[in-house]
């Protein structure tokens, strides 16, 4: 390879990425001037709401889940895309449910996050059974029904969030034992085998 063509492959190079970049930039534009003119329609037609701080954030992964729903429609997977297209409303319910904390506490900020996370962590799972689809279609009608207060505020919404935040909690602990357990993670969860 001679001195010219060595400059020639290094400037071609530089090329390809300031155009990947210049790409990548355009993108996020559109999509940063689309959410600003999302939020200019939505002070035109109601005046007095305006959208949450991060709203932008919060669209991305709401288009990211659809974007992965259509997917599983495409390629078959019925489970994992009704656990994508989910996942938009219940950030939606999450985003204009007014959390009222206790003094010093979080309220139910926590209890938003943290089943929208598990559905949308549970639904692009490609070995996607029963047991997994059914935990997580529990966990997000349950944020539904505490989220819209269908349960009102005592103590029966403050148990099923408080269940459902253990039930969580009890399934990352379960997944990370898996992942240590097997050797390939991508293996579906089933039941042990019984020892008779």
């Not at 009102?152 to 379960?174: D, E, F, R």
Request: charged content about 10%; some cysteine.
């Amino acid at each position: 390879m001679s001195r010219r063509d060595i400059v020639v492959n290094a400037l071609l190079g530089t090329f390809l990425v300031l155009v990947f970049f210049a790409c990548l930039t355009a993108i996020g534009l559109v999509v940063l001037f689309g959410f600003i003119g999302l939020e200019w329609i939505v002070r035109l037609v109601v005046p007095g709401m305006t959208l949450p701080r991060g709203f932008s954030i919060i669209g991305i992964w709401m288009l990211l889940s659809l974007w992965n729903g259509i997917r599983h429609v495409r390629e078959n997977r019925w489970r994992n895309a009704f656990l994508c297209f989910a996942c938009p409303p219940l950030v939606g319910l999450g985003l204009f449910t007014p959390v009222q904390s206790p003094p010093g506490g979080t309220g139910q900020a926590l209890f938003f996050w943290v089943p929208v996370m598990v559905v949308f962590s549970i639904a692009n799972d490609a070995t996607l059974g029963r047991l997994k689809f059914f935990l997580a279609a529990a966990i997000a009608g349950g944020a539904v029904l505490v989220n819209s207060g269908l349960l009102g505020k005592g103590a029966l919404s403050q148990t099923i969030a408080n269940c459902l935040l253990a039930m969580v909690a009890v399934w990352w602990i379960a997944v990370i034992r898996n992942s240590w357990r097997t050797e390939a993670p991508d293996q579906p969860l089933a039941l042990p085998p019984s020892r008779a």
